[in-house]
Nanobody, 124 residues
């Protein structure tokens, strides 16, 4: 069993920055691929970013490319999402997810465990 806990969300203004964290426990953190997804009110859960087990490979949705940076610290069992130049359309609940398969994926169904989410609200 894997437990994932997100933190770092909040209310910010457009143009501000936030850093989300995802703390993992239950298995060897470096054994699995991790990802971030988000869900805005009335919309489906969409892919944001993913990172390989080593952290050397990353992948981003076009909507966040150049503004968001995913990273991980395997020694701390934690993944991060640095979000810069935030826009009102980034408002959503952000979820971290774990995938036992080592390959990076943008597909929601490929991920095995999910956190409870953290709310990010960007005002204009």
């Amino acid at each position: 069993q894997v437990q994932l806990v997100e933190s770092g969300g909040g209310l910010v203004q457009a143009g501000d920055s936030l850093r989300l964290s995802c703390a993992a426990s239950g298995r060897t953190f470096s054994d699995y691929t991790m990802g971030w997804f988000r869900q805005a009110p009335g919309k489906g859960r969409e892919f944001v970013s993913a990172i390989s087990r080593s952290g050397l490979l990353t992948y981003y949705a076009d909507s966040v490319k150049g503004r968001f940076t995913i990273s991980r610290d395997n020694a701390k069992n934690t993944m991060y999402l640095q979000m810069n130049s935030l826009k009102p359309e980034d408002t959503a609940v952000y979820y971290c997810a774990y995938r036992a398969d080592g390959r990076i994926s943008a597909v929601r169904g490929d991920y095995d465990y999910w956190g409870q989410g953290t709310q990010v609200t960007v005002s204009s």
